[in-house]
Nanobody, 118 residues
Framework: VQLQASGGGLVQLGGSLRLSCAASGSIFRINSRGWYRQAPGKQRELVALISSGGSTNYADSVKGRFTISTDNVKNTVYLQMNSLKPEDTAVYYC?????????????WGQGTLVTVSS
């Protein structure tokens, strides 16, 4: 599975961006998809996850501002980011957990930089 992320860029405080991550290749049964981020000098952290059943999980810091969604026809996961803050500045990585017997595999995209200026 290859993941191609896009949509990052520079935005002002309070602005919005939408990240996209398209999956290609041998797509097995996808169990979950999501987004992580890593700010300079910090560890990678979970931003949002969505299961194959549609259940979502968000980091407390983004609840109410970010929305994760998928388009299963396009094999794409999106992250709509509103009311952006400077502390949202990070490289955002898309993530997919897929099942291929006998176990699950984790896949990562290349990262897309989001910079929020004040």
């Amino acid at each position: 599975v290859q993941l191609q992320a896009s949509g990052g860029g520079l935005v002002q405080l309070g602005g919005s961006l939408r990240l996209s991550c398209a999956a290609s290749g041998s797509i097995f049964r996808i169990n979950s998809r999501g987004w992580y981020r890593q700010a300079p000098g910090k560890q990678r952290e979970l931003v949002a996850l969505i299961s194959s059943g549609g259940s979502t999980n968000y980091a407390d810091s983004v609840k109410g501002r970010f929305t994760i969604s998928t388009d299963n026809v396009k094999n794409t996961v999106y992250l709509q980011m509103n009311s952006l803050k400077p502390e949202d500045t990070a490289v955002y990585y898309c993530y997919t957990r897929a099942y291929r017997a006998p176990r699950e595999y984790d896949y990562w995209g290349q990262g897309t930089l989001v910079t929020v200026s004040s």
